[in-house]
């Protein structure tokens, strides 16, 4: 399967398990954003002729006394009608509405933190639990009649909730994502007008509330009407006025990017769905929430299936511990542009060294580059042949990016302006000689990606140098033509050397840990790791930092992936 079909069309996508939100729930329902108690009486008054809703909430003073007084009015009106005194019934229900207290519903209970499910069959959408520890709901059917009162101890109310998706201004972000939000933006150098947040929240507002899933709610005895109608009501009155608290996350982007600014991988594009896994029997690790993305100003696609994993990439987890949050996958062949980007970066290495010329920029994955020598009359013309090899990350720890070098030196040795013989020297030569005291050997350039200490990936590297030997046997070369060789064989042993330290020094300064000499905006997205350091573009409610681990090619996927590990700000 190639990597357009894993990601259902899109170009990367972080899929963020259904335990993850669940305990980014848990901890918003610990710090009371989502609220631990449903404390509320609400009714209708007439005015102007026209029924508007009102009501109190328990930190209210007079919140319970407005409670017993209800219940204590509505025993009062349903005995007046018992007693056919309807004249009676009509002072009450007056008496109420000046009072304020001709309520149709009340909460007065606690909630465990919510849960959501990710179903089947159901991309667009999440199954919500709301959970309620204990206390009461006080419910008046019709205006004569009295308050019932169901107990809810250990009840549960579940419905499915349609996901929404709104553009908003960080003010409103809810808790500390605000400064991770201000550090991308600062890291950036643009302002906050050059940026879009958007949310991802549970879209109340299109849910059918009423319509609740028989198989995980638990209502009182003889109350599933009543208790519905009263949720509905709750979420109706309370989520229209105020922020809405069942945030599922925040994608941050760019709005417009100059050419010359544009990074190697840019996501411009944020889109959602879920995806159901029943793998190993653990929905709640291996189903998911999907951010989708497309890079580089790609529309996302628009078929009925974009965005529908054929299945959940949390099934391609390495590390299917608790220290596993998600996965982040990218298509393999976007992933081909950071391989172009160190193909032109160890063309710059060689273009640095003194008297290289490029003969043959990276094709197929082949670079040619030559210099040419003279000590007096005798030639040196020094080929190298740098190959790129097979992209291996397969051992689920790092993807490593390896490049062969070769090299190819004709020596041509002149006697008064006359060629007298010509010999070569090479990375696949046998014969050694004095100075050259060593069989050939190519040379090998890793870039390895890996985990780094700080959270994200690092590019590291390795060099093997190469080394040369003579191709045919110079004890046979005779006497005389050996000793002319040899008077240039220290200038191809010291000029070799020098060339390899070359492009050893050159690496360590471009990549190593203590300085960056060359500020070189390309070194800078090589060293950063820009492709795949996209995830903090993606931020949660309450999450600090991402810890990537076990970055691998999945070649049967056509996608590179790494998990993901998401430290939050723990509530206790």
């Known amino acids: ?64 006394k407005k409670l017993n007084d209800w219940i204590n009015i509505q025993d009062e009106i349903s005995k007046a009608k018992a007693a056919n005194d309807w004249s009676k019934v009509g002072e009450l229900i007056n008496r109420a509405e000046n009072e304020k207290i001709n309520f149709n519903f009340g909460w007065d209970t606690n909630l465990a933190a919510p849960v959501i499910t990710i179903k089947e069959k159901e991309s667009h959408s999440l199954l919500l639990e709301i959970r309620f520890k204990k206390g009461k709901l006080y419910y008046k059917e019709e205006s004569i009649a009295p308050v019932k009162i169901y107990e ?11 996901i929404g998706q709104l553009e908003v201004n960080k003010k409103s972000m809810v808790l500390n994502t ?6 991308i933006i600062r890291e950036s150098g643009l302002t ?18 009423s319509i609740f899933d028989k198989n995980k709610s638990t209502f009182p005895d003889n109350a599933s009407k009543e208790f519905s109608r009263a949720v509905e009501e709750y979420f109706n009155l309370m989520i229209k006025n105020s922020e809405n608290p069942y945030v599922l996350g925040y994608g941050v982007r760019r709005k ?74 990218i298509r393999k062949e976007h992933f081909s542009h950071y391989i172009d980007s160190l193909d032109t970066y160890v ?24 210099r040419d020598d003279k000590k007096v009359d005798d030639t040196i013309v020094t080929k190298y042949t740098v190959v790129r090899q097979e992209i291996s990350g397969n051992d689920g720890v790092s993807v490593k990016i390896s490049y062969e070098i070769s090299i190819n030196i004709e020596v041509k040795v002149h006697a008064w302006f006359v060629e007298v013989g010509k010999k070569t020297l090479s ?8 100075a050259l005291d060593k069989a050939g050997r190519k040379g090998r350039l890793d870039f390895i990606i890996k985990a780094g200490k ?26 005389g033509f050996l000793k002319d060789l040899l008077k240039v064989l220290t200038l191809i042993v010291v000029w070799v050397a020098v060339v390899i330290e070359g492009i050893v020094n050159q690496i360590a300064v471009d990549l190593g840990k203590e300085s960056v000499v060359d500020n070189d905006k390309l070194l800078q997205q090589l060293n950063s790791i820009d492709v795949l350091n996209q995830t903090n573009k993606i931020i949660l409610p309450l999450g600090n930092v991402y810890t990537f681990k076990n970055l691998r090619i999945v070649e049967d996927k056509g996608i590179v992936a790494y998990d993901i590990g998401y430290a939050p700000v723990v509530q206790k």
């Open 454 to 479: 700080t959270g994200r990936f690092d590019l590291e590297h390795l060099f093997e140098k190469p080394i040369v030997a003579f191709d045919e046997n110079p004890d046979l070369f005779g006497n």
């Open 256 to 329: 417009k990017i100059k050419a010359t600014e544009k990074a190697m991988f840019q996501p411009t594009s944020l889109g959602f769905t879920t995806s159901y896994s029943s793998h190993l029997k653990k929905a709640g690790m291996f189903s998911g929430l999907n951010f989708l993305m497309m890079l580089n100003d790609t529309k996302s696609p628009t078929t009925p299936t974009a965005g529908i994993l054929p299945q959940s990439i949390l099934e391609l987890e390495k590390d299917i511990t608790s220290t596993t949050d998600g996965v982040f996958a």
């Open 192 to 209: 906050e007008q050059d940026f879009t947040i958007e949310s991802l929240f549970l879209n109340f507002e299109n849910a059918n509330i």
């Open 178 to 183: 605000g400064g991770q939000v201000t550090k």
């Open 427 to 434: 990375t696949s030569g046998q014969y050694t000689k004095d």
């Open 1 to 64: 399967m190639d990597g357009i079909n894993t990601l259902a069309g899109y170009d990367m996508v972080l899929t963020l398990s259904q335990n993850t939100i669940n305990y980014q729930f848990e901890q918003l329902h610990k710090l009371n954003v989502i609220q631990k108690k449903w404390g509320v009486l609400a009714g209708n008054i007439e005015k102007n002729g026209a029924e508007k809703s009102f009501h109190i909430s328990n930190e209210d003073e007079n919140f319970k």
């Open 347 to 370: 063309e710059e290495v060689f273009k640095k060294l003194e008297g290289v010329e490029i003969k043959q920029s990276f094709t197929d994955g082949i670079m040619e580059a030559e």
């Open 152 to 162: 809810l101890k250990d009840t549960v109310y579940a419905f499915n909730v349609p």
